[in-house]
């Protein structure tokens, strides 16, 4: 059989090759085996994502693998002081900030002063909160009185089925964890909604006005304590079966941290099972990846050249405040604890070379482009599924208000990384200009001194109860931020 001959290109399409940026679909670009290593790291992420549905979990989650991977709480190092050992290249620590963010770190050969290399994302969700005196009755039926917590479209969480996750700190100092509505047996909880045959009115209104930020009350309840003579007999029964169970009384609520999820289990979408729907992928996908590229590390024969350090941080969905948010000191704390324990003798000086020295990441989903809604995207520099991981080099809102902005050179340089290990990127702007747009945690590290580029996974319905990512987009992000770290 004759040989095919090979189609000789033109001159103009050669020149197109040469000259022009082209972002093809990583399903088509990928080897198999790399397929076949998305699909794992996939469905791991499920499962993970399923145990780590609030910021306290997520932690819980990520200490139980890095325990395993022999990293060492910091503090009992720093607890030695000046006779304590120092951390070696290779060495392994981690701070768990109160339960709710996390710095881990593996040492590498050069000094910290000389600059780390960072990944940085948030393990915190838009959700409900109870408020901190939640439980009444009201004809009938016992309700919790909520607050919301971070930007979501009130409607979206309506009539669905609800997760309770808490922890409370009871009178005698013992600590009580909360989880009802994730097991099969479990009963769940919801947010009602009008029936449309009396929705005329409501139906009349925005859409941001359909269901009030008051309204999002949660039914929890309906049979009444068997005592006829007792007050509020149905909130008394719910009240006496969280104190069987838990120890819990109605004062316990006021500083307790109950969270409100969606009760479904993150699943394969689609025919083709190439994306996952869930909740909580913004930005716990990022996190995941993140968290896993520095596992890597450690189970190389040999330490990096910078040290690679990763934190996971609470409070970003409500402007990173906080002393578990970004624009805390714990991060800044983290890095001088390695320059006091790596450097003979530690300064403030070593420790602000460290910071203007260091890299990061700021590892942080975008908006991919959704053909439903195509008016509120510039479809030139949108982010789409199934062609990698989104560098964004500005976020912000109208006339880059509020966001992060990194310089050439360091674009430049996380590009010429990615190239080099061969890790599918694309541009990723959040909407049109003055349509929309948001912030990550770039800009609290940034002010530090440290360079910072955005950088994460495309998704679909944000902020929605059911989030949806590609598996092809989620690993080779996790590719691309171990590339990263090596490289830096």
């Known amino acids: ?35 076949k290593d998305a699909e794992k790291f996939a469905e791991d992420y499920k499962i993970f994502l399923n145990r780590g549905k609030t910021e306290r979990e997520f932690v819980a989650a990520a200490l139980e693998l890095l325990k395993k991977k022999g990293f060492i709480d910091i503090e009992t190092i720093l607890d030695k002081g000046s006779k304590g050992e120092r951390l070696k290249p290779g060495a392994r620590v981690y701070q768990n900030i109160r339960g709710k963010s996390l710095v881990f770190a593996v040492i590498g050969k050069a000094p910290a002063s000389g600059g780390v290399n960072i990944l940085g994302a948030h393990v915190d969700s838009p959700r409900i909160d109870l408020k901190t005196n939640p439980l009444y009755e009201n004809t009938g039926f016992a309700l ?25 700190i009871g009178r005698d100092g013992k600590r009580r964890d909360v989880c009802i509505g994730e097991d099969e047996g479990d009963p769940v909880f919801t947010v009602t909604d009008l029936l449309p045959h009396l929705a005329r009115e409501q139906m009349q209104k925005k859409a941001s006005e359909f269901i009030d930020g ?78 896993y590229a520095v596992l890597d590390i450690v189970s190389e024969t040999e ?86 991981l989104v560098l964004s080099k500005y976020t912000g ?10 310089n050439a050179e360091f674009c430049q340089k996380v590009q010429s990384i990615l ?47 059911f989030e949806v990512i590609s598996k092809i987009d989620l690993y080779v992000t996790y590719k691309g931020y171990g590339a990263f770290l090596r490289d830096a």
């Not at 941290?257 to 729907?277: K, N, Y």
């Open 419 to 465: 190239n080099k290990h061969r890790v599918r990127w694309q541009y990723g702007n959040l909407g049109k200009v003055d349509q929309g747009g948001g912030g990550t945690i770039a800009q609290h590290v940034a002010n530090l001194g440290v360079d910072v580029l955005d950088c994460g996974v495309p998704v679909l319905s944000m902020h929605s109860p």
């Open 144 to 168: 919790f009185d909520t607050h919301y917590y971070g930007g979501i479209k009130h409607y979206q969480w309506t009539t669905i089925p609800l997760a309770l996750h808490g922890v409370v």
């Open 214 to 291: 008051e309204e999002l009350d949660v039914l929890a309840g309906s049979r009444p304590y068997q005592d006829k003579k007792a007050k509020d007999r149905v909130k008394l029964n719910l009240l006496n079966i969280l104190y069987e169970k838990y120890g819990i009384v109605e004062e316990d609520f006021a500083g307790a941290e109950f969270e409100l999820v969606p009760a479904h289990q993150a699943r394969d979408l689609g025919l083709d099972r190439s994306m996952i729907g869930a909740y909580g992928h913004d930005d716990r996908c990022c996190a995941y990846a993140a968290l």
């Open 1 to 35: 059989m004759a040989k095919k001959t090979e189609e000789i290109k033109s001159e103009g399409q050669l020149l197109s090759e040469k000259l022009c940026f082209d972002i093809k679909n990583c399903w088509d670009t990928a080897a198999a085996k790399d397929i």
């Open 303 to 388: 330490p990096p050249k910078k040290t690679a350090v990763c934190i996971l941080t609470d409070k970003e969905e409500v402007g990173s405040m906080g002393n578990t948010g970004a624009q805390s000191r714990v991060f800044e704390n983290f890095i001088a604890y390695l320059c006091l324990k790596t450097e003979a003798p530690y300064s403030e000086i070593a420790l602000r070379r460290a910071l203007e020295g260091s890299s990061m990441l700021s590892a942080d989903v975008n908006a991919a482009y959704d053909p439903n809604f195509d008016s509120v995207y510039d479809k030139k520099t949108a982010s789409y599924f199934g062609k990698g």
């Open 397 to 406: 809102r109208g006339g880059k208000f509020g966001g992060s902005e990194a």
